[in-house]
């Protein structure tokens, strides 16, 4: 009898490689958190640039073993669309860290905690979604995981609804009000590109359900 399990153990280099970079994204956001912790004075940002450049490398060597792989489990497309999205965040992590350590001491006031829990809870629901992709479970497993990461994201449209308010009642000088506004859309970024990632593996379970 065939064996959807056994025939997607072939890919199991494919899974592998997806998990090392939804593991990247989970580094990134750690990173990130560490960053916000100082805000006196510019820090060094190799380590972010270190993680981003792991899983760009991750993400072009998933396209080499595609190119090379003759028969895959899943389909060809699904499995860049994934790794493409994963590295997303990775990249928009790294662009907000770029942004933020121009000035920090000028964002010393400014609450970035509810946007972070928020993508700390994505990220690791990704993350738990990505593992599970390669036992290709139910589909109301993942179906379940999915929803939970779109809840999510509802919630940080919600907070950013909150923290556009504070933007514009006037309390941050000018400038000051352009750089948290443009560090608020990139964590709002983060958060999309999760949802997107987790769309993407929802669509893969579906299609093979």
Known sequence: MFSIQKFFSQDGKFFDLLEASADETRESTRLLIDLLKDRSHPHPLEEFALS???????????????????????????????SYALYRICKTIEKFAERFNLAPQRLAGVDFHRQIQLMERATATLSDMVRLLRKMPPLETMKGLNDRLQGIEGEADDVMLDLLR????????????????????????????????????????????
């Open 52 to 82: 981003r450049g792991k899983d760009k490398r991750i993400t072009e060597q998933i396209s080499h073993e595609l190119v090379n792989t003759f028969v895959t489990g899943l389909e060809r497309e699904d499995i860049e669309m994934v």
């Open 166 to 209: 504070e933007v514009y009642s006037g309390q941050y000088e000018p400038l000051q009000a352009m750089m948290v506004r443009d560090l608020y859309d990139l964590l709002e970024k983060v958060i999309d590109r999760c949802r997107d990632a987790g769309n993407a593996i929802s669509h893969i379970v579906l299609k093979n359900s």
